[in-house]
């Protein structure tokens, strides 16, 4: 039977990746003054697990690392060595290179870096100072450079020309490696013996045999090289009670047996009833457990040495009384387990199905509507019942892809770490609210913007211990990252308690740059020009924030997730940024609105308020544009029929409404003809549907089968100002 | 009746591999994710093969081993230590723990098989 290895593969690397999070967080965590011993204990079984899968699915790279990563965590936990931050960061780098090799095989690649042999020959280093005596271990498995294979094949295997094959199959095999021919005497003459030594796997040797012959016929097995010592390949039995099979250790190839242990009864029983099987045809083996058993050698305390010790040892877990689970039936056991692993195509497709029932259910509200509601009472019940139903389906189907934004906090810590040493900061980082969940598509497009932000604050944002000591601050600087549901939206905050933002330097550098800016422009305005392309207030460039080019991207990116940033910063006191999400980028509420003979969809979220202007309210300013004098106010006016080159005829500005909105730009009025209804729509995206269009952020389709267009605010508000 | 194996790992992958192959080879197979799960499940049930992982969270292969042997259900039957380590200091804990042999990692589902064939036929 063969055995399709690839069929785990996906199951491995998410769990490696479990792993190599967990042990980063660990590792993070770990007091080196006092390390936990369950830690280091932890942060060793993740290093093993991950070597263990590697090994047996066949990357062999990943296990080499993990080998060597293991030896300096397994000395660490038996407290040989002393952890230290040298061996952190060599344990944390291991981990990135880990890390990038599961990923190139995930790929089908294979992660090629000089970056490896220097992180292992430190690992190697590290996990040999101190050491009181250094006992190399065997490498593991076959990720050895090189083994020697043991060949044996019948003579008459290659069929009727066997020598012209033989021939072949020597050549073909001394490509692999280096080959002997006809190595031992102690094989049947009609059996030939080969050894083979070679980097390649034992596949690749299979192959070679597949080309000719039925492989299987070929024993295989490899030779170790260590020599002496009955144990082949890595198994073997114990030696205990002289005499009987069960006495004697076997040693086979990969595994082994303790003679005279517990179960080696059993094992005595299946080669006798395969014995008796082949004589007599056929055969019944009955396990019976409880049989007494011949006493083990005084030496090997096979059963428990003192049942009152191993009665002690059972009594220290929970109450063991009525702990007993019902058991399901074997054959279709669970696996423990009360999560399944879906991919995200298949919700992405429950979410669009959904999106599309909640378009049908419109589409038939919107027919109902010319039918008598007392005559036709069942069918607008129903379709209530419809409306209910969908919108339960909807947020349970959105729930599946809500995920806790811990997912993405939790890089921050060594983020964070990473930064301020480079940076030589002192730097804290204080998590709140990892727990609140968003949809899973934005907490992936967030990880981007936040890292920058939080580097941004560390470079730019906290200052030097020195500076923080003389301003009377404490030494260490801090940054938050926090997380809470608002309102339907996700708001997530970046705040330092570093230096804040200067105005002054703001300024000038705007003025430089030949910026744009209004007249006495108010501190948020100022801050937002730290968005503008190109913008950068670093006195000297870094590697760590980059030149500036990078937060005009971070408010691209936001905005494109139908987000919003603003900035608060006081001298002195630090910066906080803070970003306001939708909770998923597949629905919105929105209010449909009429422009001419069109219908928009806005946000409802960027609403403020909607008025009728009155006669003199509009006016136009010189460099302004045209405005709308609300409240103490001048609000630049957005003519949604312009900027869309809608033909309509000349209204007066008193016939329409104006939609007071809120954009990063600052607050707006958008000028509609007419308010038509709030409703939930669903997104579908221009862009991969058509192309981008800006001022434009997506598409729906109305109940009434129409595609409504669902405006992006903040681009026009930009567009407004260059048509004024 | 299909014999039944007890199949006790921490890592999700190794337990399917294994699990699967046993089961294709026409064995009930039960999966335990740790030494306390795995001692549980062996509680609740009889199987005629324990594979148990050396390390593990909660609770280790070798105290699993010592534990089960202490129950009369589980004296005499065969387990099988899954261990990347192929020293001898793994080997004779586990010899001392009651273990009835050993298969290094990593492994591949044929000799799996056959180990489990030399075992319980």
């Known amino acids: 039977m063969t055995i399709d290895m690839t069929r785990f593969y996906q199951v491995f690397f998410d769990e490696a990746g479990e792993h190599l999070a967990e042990m980063e967080t660990l590792l993070l965590e770990l007091d080196i003054e006092a390390p936990d011993p369950e830690v280091l204990n932890a942060i060793f079984r993740a290093a093993h697990s991950i070597k263990g899968g590697a090994g047996t699915f066949g990357f062999h790279d990943v296990a080499r690392v993990t080998h060597i990563l293991e030896t300096l965590l397994d000395r660490l936990r038996k407290h040989e060595l002393a952890p230290t931050v040298e061996m952190i960061d060599a344990t944390l780098q291991a981990g990135d290179l880990l890390k990038a090799q599961l990923a190139a095989h995930q790929r089908g690649e294979e992660f090629e870096d000089p970056q490896i042999a220097e992180v292992c020959a430190r690992l190697e280093q590290l996990s040999q100072g101190g050491a009181l005596e250094t006992v190399p271990e065997p490498p593991a498995g076959p990720a050895d450079p090189c083994a020697c294979w043991r060949l044996v094949f019948a003579a008459d295997l290659l069929g009727a020309s066997g020598d012209e094959r033989e021939a072949g199959l020597a050549a073909a095999l001394a490509e692999l490696g280096e080959l002997e021919r006809n190595v031992s005497a102690d094989v049947p003459s009609d059996r030939l013996a080969w050894r083979l030594c070679t980097e390649v796997e034992r596949e690749a040797i299979v192959e070679i045999f597949d080309f000719l012959c039925d492989p299987e016929e070929v024993e295989i097995t490899r030779e170790e090289q260590t020599g002496g010592g009955e144990e082949e390949d890595g198994f073997g039995f114990f030696e205990g009670a002289p005499g009987s099979d069960r006495g004697a250790n076997q040693e086979l190839d990969g595994f082994g047996l303790f003679g005279g242990s517990p179960g080696m009864d059993q094992v005595a029983e299946t080669a006798e009833r395969e014995r008796d099987e082949q004589q007599q045809g056929f055969g019944f083996f009955e396990t019976a457990p409880g049989a007494p058993e011949a006493a083990p050698p005084v030496e090997e305390p096979a059963t428990p040495r003192s049942p009152p010790a191993a009665e002690g040892g059972a009594g220290s877990r929970p109450p063991a009384g009525g702990r007993r689970q019902p058991q399901p039936a074997p054959g279709r056991q669970p696996q423990g387990e009360s999560s399944i692993r879906v991919s995200v195509e298949k919700v992405d497709q429950l979410i669009n199905l959904v999106g599309e029932l909640v378009i049908t259910h419109a589409m038939l509200a919107e027919s109902a509507t010319a039918l008598d509601p007392v005559a036709q009472e069942r069918i607008f019940d129903g379709l209530a019942n419809l409306e209910r139903n969908s919108r339960d389906l909807q947020q349970a189907v959105m729930s599946i892809r809500m995920m806790p934004i811990s997912f993405v906090f939790n890089r921050f810590p060594r983020v964070v770490r990473d930064t301020a040493s480079a940076l030589g900061k002192k730097v804290t980082l204080k998590l709140i609210g990892e727990d609140t969940e968003l949809d899973k598509g934005l907490i992936e497009r967030l990880a981007d913007p936040l890292n920058h932000l939080v580097r941004n604050s560390i470079d730019h944002g906290i200052e030097t211990a020195q500076q923080r000591i003389e301003q009377g601050k404490p030494e260490t600087g801090e940054i938050v990252l926090a997380a809470s549901h608002r309102g339907g939206n996700v708001v997530v905050e970046v705040s330092d308690d570093g230096a804040g933002l200067d105005r002054e330097r703001l300024l000038a550098k705007a003025a430089e740059r030949g910026v744009a800016l209004p007249d006495n422009p108010t501190d948020k305005e100022v801050w937002q020009l730290i968005f503008a392309p190109g913008f950068s207030t670093a006195k000297a460039v870094t590697d760590i924030s980059g030149r500036g080019v990078g937060m005009d991207v971070v408010r691209r990116n936001i905005e494109a997730m139908n987000g919003r940033v603003e900035i608060d910063s006081e001298p002195g006191r630090g910066t906080r940024i803070t970003i306001r999400l939708p909770l998923t980028l597949a629905i919105l509420d929105g209010m449909s609105v009429r422009v001419c003979n069109e219908t928009f969809i806005l946000p409802l979220t960027v609403i403020r308020e909607s008025i009728r202007p009155q006669a003199g309210q509009c006016k136009t300013l010189a460099g302004k544009g045209k405005v709308v004098h609300v409240g103490e106010e001048y609000l630049p006016l957005v003519a949604l029929h312009q900027i869309f080159g809608l033909s309509r005829q000349q209204v007066a500005a008193e016939e329409t409404i104006l939609v007071i909105i809120e954009s990063n730009e600052g607050r707006a009025a958008l000028q509609v003809d007419e308010l038509l209804a709030q409703h939930q729509v669903v997104i579908k995206s221009l862009e991969t549907n058509y192309r981008k269009v800006e001022g434009i952020s997506g598409a729906t389709i109305m109940g009434d089968g129409r595609v409504a267009m669902i405006l992006d605010v903040d681009a026009l508000v930009r567009l407004s100002r260059k048509t004024p | ?121």
């Open chain 2, 1 to 121: 009746m299909a014999k039944t194996i007890l199949t006790v790992d921490d890592s999700a992958s190794i337990r399917q591999m294994v699990s699967f192959t046993l089961k294709e080879a026409g064995y009930s197979v039960t999966e335990a994710v740790d030494g306390q799960d795995g001692l549980d499940k062996a509680r609740a049930s009889r199987f005629d093969l324990i594979f148990t992982d050396q390390n593990m969270p909660r609770m280790d292969g070798v105290t699993l081993i010592k534990q089960l042997r202490a129950l009369p259900n589980y004296r005499s039957v065969p387990i099988l230590m899954l261990t990347t380590e192929s020293g001898d200091a793994m080997k004779s804990q586990g010899r001392a723990a009651g273990a009835t042999g050993w298969l290094v990692k990593p492994f591949d589902p044929k000799k799996l098989l056959e180990v489990v064939r030399k075992v319980i036929g």
